[in-house]
């Protein structure tokens, strides 16, 4: 019986798919073989030596100790595209917010129903008052979008499809996300002219050392005049002080962000949500789904999907016993595990290997069982993170 320990809610429909004859749930294990997790820390220092696995239900793993998890042989999983759809419409909604004078209206009118109940006298105060929260379409102004993966690319078509001018930019664009998105979206080379030619500029990008704070004092000195911009991505992609001091100036007149702050709290040119981008019924449900998925397919089969930290790999079981181990990139340790395995009299029947930078990961199925014995003849070879059988 294999145990997953549940450190957050988790959705039941992801949860349904660890069936009960193979998998036990709780949300309190000593000996977890991998922890499925949504928003709560994961330190090293907190990590049992028995997981093998580690799924997010969701997309950002800032919070999980990756570079330690991946020195000890386990994956971190994430899910991607999952929430997508719930945080374009987020954006969708942000966009028109800061273009209309909803927000205003709406507590100008909360204020007016403590101050009478004479409907007379809201009809008359609301006539004359309705020209103070007048706003502007965003029918043709432009929209620039940092960051082209599962989000951005369908807030493009999105605004495409609300008559906007989509500018892309995202210099590490693969070719699969180049192929899901629309040859509409103008592609612009660096980030400095994207600022400057978009009046509402949204992000969509990971949060690693490349990205931190990349919205900035100097960054947003190119930005045209009066754009608005939103953060529904990761709250350390923009600097809170150097946006404040871009809205003093004029250069930016609104900014939009799932991501509070003491610094832009209670300014009326900032919108301000609670990190709710990913939070509907259908989001949590995609995001529970997918990462059980993942992890189960991890755990019986060895195979990788949507790790942040170990090379994607997918190999359908052709022998009676699969191992699998993961080491440092470097030459030689197929090498040494095969003599292992050949010395033992087990003949290897079908093999995939993969790296991803610093990592390596071998599936290998075999004609006959891989003993406890021969696990850690190849645990003790230097470089090996982790060998196991799946």
């Known amino acids: 019986m294999l145990k997953i320990l549940k450190l957050n809610n988790i959705s039941y429909k992801g949860l349904e798919k660890f069936t009960t004859e193979k998998y036990e749930i709780a949300s309190e294990f000593s000996n977890p073989d991998a922890i499925l997790v949504r928003s709560t820390p994961i330190k090293i220092e907190d990590l049992p030596s028995t997981v093998r696995g580690i799924a997010r239900a969701g997309a950002g793993v800032d919070k999980i100790c990756v570079s330690d998890c991946t020195e000890k042989g386990i994956p971190v999983f994430n899910t991607p595209g999952a929430n997508a759809n719930s945080v374009k419409e987020l954006i969708m909604l942000a966009l028109l917010l800061s273009s209309r004078g909803v927000i205003r209206g709406i507590r100008f009118l909360d204020d007016l129903a403590k101050e ?3 409907p007379d006298v809201v009809i008359k105060t609301v006539e004359k008052e309705k020209k103070n929260f007048a706003g502007s379409e965003i029918i043709g102004n432009s929209l620039g979008i940092v960051g082209l993966g599962a989000i951005g690319s369908i807030v493009a078509e999105m605004a495409m499809g609300m008559g906007m001018e989509v500018l892309g930019y995202d210099p590490g664009l693969s070719v699969e996300q180049a192929w899901r998105l629309s040859n509409q979206v103008k592609r612009v080379e660096d980030l400095p002219t994207l600022l400057a030619k978009s009046d509402f500029i949204t992000l969509h990008l990971p949060m690693l050392e490349s990205t931190k704070y990349m919205i900035n ?8 005049k009066g754009a608005r911009l939103l953060n529904f991505s ?7 002080n150097a946006v404040v001091r871009s809205l003093d100036n004029g250069n930016l007149s609104k900014f939009i962000t799932d991501f509070p702050h003491p610094v832009i709290m209670g300014r ?3 919108i301000l949500m609670p990190h ?5 019924k259908e989001a949590e449900e995609n995001c529970a789904t997918m990462a059980a998925d993942q992890l189960i397919d991890f755990l019986e089969n060895g195979n990788i999907k ?5 090379p994607n790999l997918n ?4 022998g009676s016993c699969r191992l699998a181990f993961s080491n440092k990139n470097v030459p030689n340790m197929l090498g040494q595990v095969l003599p292992i ?6 003949n290897v029947l079908d093999m995939v290997n993969r790296s991803r930078g610093e990592v390596a990961y071998t599936l290998l199925d075999v004609d006959k069982e891989v003993s406890a014995n021969i696990i850690g003849e190849i645990a003790t070879i230097e470089g090996v993170y982790s060998a196991r059988i799946h």
């Open 234 to 240: 990761r709250e350390k992609i923009v600097d809170p």
């Open 315 to 318: 190999m359908e079981r052709t």
């Open 217 to 224: 004092d100097e960054t947003l000195q190119h930005v045209k």
């Open 116 to 118: 009478t109940d004479d």
């Open 268 to 270: 009326d040119d900032i």
């Open 341 to 346: 395995l050949a010395n033992h009299n087990i």
């Open 276 to 280: 709710i981008g990913a939070s509907t």
């Open 306 to 310: 949507n790790s942040v930290n170990f």
